[in-house]
C-alpha cells in the first residue's frame, strides 16, 4: 500500500521547505545540499509540478509547493507524535509554549508553581518573543498564547481571557494625584489587527484631552517594564487588565476611573489542528482555560 512512497524525497522537501534552503535542509539531515536538490527534483517530476521557485536569492515555496509542505509536515509531525508514545517515559514530557515577554512574567511564569503541583509529569519550556511565530512551519513550538482580535482560521484555537485597557497606579500616586502635576507612562501596545492602544484614546473617552499637553511622558517599549514603573510610583499607565491582575490583587496597583476602559483583543491558546487532542496538550489546555477563568473572576 505504501510501498510507492518517496520517503527520503518527502523527508528532504518538508526539511527544505520548513528551513527555507537547501543548505541548511542538508546539514539537518546531514547530506549533501546536491542531495536535497536531486531529491526535491525528484519529487517534483514525479507530482508534475514545480515545488519551489529557484533564484539567485534562494528558493521559496510556489503555491502548490506550500500546500504539499503543510499537508508533510502536519503527517511527520503525526508520526513523531505516535512514535513518542513508545518511548520509555523516563524523564518528564516537555511542551514548548510561546507567549509574549509580558504576559509571560506577569501572568504565566508566576502560575507555573500551580501548573506543576496538577501535573507533574510534565514540563514547560517558555519561549517569548513579540514578534508572531508561525506555528505551521515551526515544529518545535506545542502552543502560543496570544493577544488577537480574530482567530486564524488555518489553527486550532481556544479563548482563554478578553483584555480590555484601563489606567492604574501605585496607591500613593492616586492618593496625590494632581492634574498639574501628571505623570504619564507611555507604552506602544502592539495589537495585531486591532484598534490603536494609546493615551489619546483613553482620554478622549474620559473627557480630559488636556491632560496631554500639560503630562510629562515617561515612555517605555516593554509591558513588564512599564507595569514595574508604575508599581514604583513612576505615573499613571494605560494596561491591561489581564497584565496588572495580580499586581491589583496585591496591593501594588489601584485603578483610577473604573468607568473609563478601551476594549482590546483576546488572549487566546493556539496550536496546529490535531495537537489538541494529545494528552499532554488537552491537560495544558484544560489548566491554561482554568487559571484564565480565575484571573478574570
Given at each position: 500500500m505504501f510501498s510507492t512512497l518517496a520517503l527520503n524525497a518527502l523527508r528532504s522537501f518538508e526539511a527544505a521547505a520548513r528551513l527555507g534552503s537547501f543548505k541548511t535542509a542538508a546539514e539537518e539531515l546531514s547530506v549533501t545540499p546536491a542531495a536535497i536538490s536531486h531529491q526535491?527534483?525528484?519529487?517534483?517530476?514525479r507530482l508534475g509540478t514545480m515545488l519551489f521557485e529557484r533564484s539567485g536569492q534562494g528558493v521559496a515555496l510556489t503555491e502548490?509547493?506550500?500546500?504539499?509542505?503543510r499537508q508533510i509536515h502536519r503527517a511527520f509531525l503525526d508520526i513523531s507524535r505516535s512514535l513518542e508514545q513508545f518511548l520509555p517515559k523516563t524523564s518528564?514530557?516537555?511542551?514548548?509554549?510561546?507567549?509574549t515577554p509580558g504576559l509571560a512574567a506577569t501572568w504565566l511564569i508566576p502560575r507555573l508553581g500551580a501548573f506543576y503541583r496538577a501535573f507533574p509529569q510534565l514540563n514547560l519550556r517558555i519561549d517569548t518573543r513579540n514578534e508572531l511565530v508561525d506555528?505551521?512551519?515551526?515544529?518545535?513550538?506545542?502552543?502560543?498564547?496570544?493577544?488577537?482580535?480574530r482567530p486564524d482560521a488555518k489553527l486550532f484555537s481556544r479563548t482563554l481571557m478578553n483584555?480590555?485597557?484601563?489606567?492604574?497606579?501605585?496607591?500613593?500616586?492616586?492618593a496625590n494625584l494632581s492634574v498639574d502635576e501628571l505623570q504619564l507612562i507611555d507604552l506602544?501596545?502592539?495589537?495585531?489587527?486591532?484598534?490603536t492602544i494609546n493615551w489619546q484614546r483613553w482620554c478622549a473617552a474620559a473627557g480630559c484631552p488636556d491632560w496631554l499637553t500639560r503630562a510629562r511622558m515617561r515612555e517605555f517599549d516593554d509591558e513588564h517594564y512599564a507595569l514595574g514603573a508604575a508599581i514604583a510610583g513612576h505615573g499613571l499607565v494605560l494596561a491591561s487588565n489581564v497584565l496588572v491582575a495580580d499586581s491589583l490583587k496585591r496591593g501594588e496597583l489601584m485603578?483610577?476611573?473604573?468607568?473609563?476602559?478601551l476594549p482590546g483583543p483576546r488572549y487566546m491558546a493556539v496550536c496546529v489542528p490535531g495537537r489538541e487532542r494529545q494528552v499532554e496538550m488537552k491537560a495544558l489546555l484544560a489548566w491554561l482555560e482554568q487559571a484564565a477563568a480565575d484571573t478574570v473572576a
Open positions: 526535491v527534483k525528484a519529487l517534483e517530476a502548490q509547493g506550500e500546500q504539499l509542505y518528564a514530557q516537555t511542551l514548548t509554549l510561546t507567549t506555528l505551521l512551519r515551526d515544529s518545535s513550538i506545542d502552543l502560543a498564547i496570544r493577544a488577537v482580535s483584555e480590555r485597557f484601563s489606567v492604574y497606579a501605585a496607591p500613593h500616586v492616586l506602544r501596545w502592539q495589537i495585531p489587527q486591532g484598534d485603578v483610577f476611573r473604573p468607568d473609563v476602559s
